[in-house]
């Protein structure tokens, strides 16, 4: 049974991540790269492609993660919750993480996004990445 029960959580898994490429695909074709071109022609502003660009991430952070991550029942430890919070609070931070997989970028993206971690109230922030030189020539992801 619990053989079966691992097989079918990969296989949904494997869709989770299969409707989100899709959904990802759809708001950045009907919203990002409209957006991203009123930009770049200079007629929306940068503060305003900042928070609209925010909102997208906003929207799709969780339909990318929560599904995933609730039923594969990933744990995320901290040395030290109250500095994360605190990092999280303030207008500029930089936190270093130990690459050990494939896929901490989206535990980045899932701690950024919480607005509660280990019990304790904090606001949902943007998070950026250190990547690969070669990522900034991959249309959309690197622009």
Known sequence: MTNLKSIALSAY?????????????FDLGLIGIP????????IVPQDKFLEYTTLLIEWTTPIVFAVPMVLSGTKVYCNDIDLLIEAKA?????????????I???VGMLVGFAKELGGKACQRVRIG???EALIQFMPIIGW
């Open 90 to 102: 303030s207008d500029s931070s930089l936190l270093l993480a130990n690459h050990g997989s494939r």
């Open 35 to 42: 957006l991203f071109l009123l930009y770049k022609a200079n």
């Open 104 to 106: 901490d970028w989206m």
């Open 129 to 131: 990445f250190v990547c």
């Open 13 to 25: 898994c494997h869709f989770s991540v299969a409707l989100l490429c899709l959904n990802v695909l």
